[in-house]
Every structure is written in C-alpha cells, then in structure tokens.
C-alpha cells in the first residue's frame, strides 16, 4: 500500500509520521477521529488538512497496527 499524504522526515517532529510535511501528526488525527470529532472538526482546528488526509490518516494506521502486536489487559 502506498501512502501519498504521510510523511517522515527525521529532521521533522524526530521523524514521527505526519500529514504531507504539515508538522501534523498522524497520531493526532486519529486520536481526534478516535475522540468522536467530525471531518468537519477536524478540518476547523487544522485548517491546512484536507478531508482525504484523514482518511489516509487512519488507513495508515490501521497498517501500522497490522504489523505488530499491542499489548491488551486480559480479563
């Protein structure tokens, strides 16, 4: 899979993945979708994101997810 709208630079936010070099990080566009923000929120509080940037947001990290295991609290 190929993602046009992540990037890392290591000279940028200590190379944490971010949205199209905005200083945004991908992590925090989750964690907003995550805390119930609409697009539209989203959008309103980083006026330089565009709507497909989320969405490539949390294709991203469902990726990274695949690739390794967290660890859970068994009950």
Known sequence: ?????????????????????????????????AEGMTDEEI??????????DIREALRYAAEAVKERALPLKTA
């Open 1 to 33: 899979m190929v993602f046009r709208r992540i990037t890392i630079d290591p000279d940028k936010m200590a190379g944490v993945p971010c949205i199209r070099d905005l200083r945004v990080p991908v992590a925090t566009v989750v964690a907003m979708v």
């Open 43 to 52: 959008l309103e509080a980083h006026p330089d994101l565009e709507r497909e």
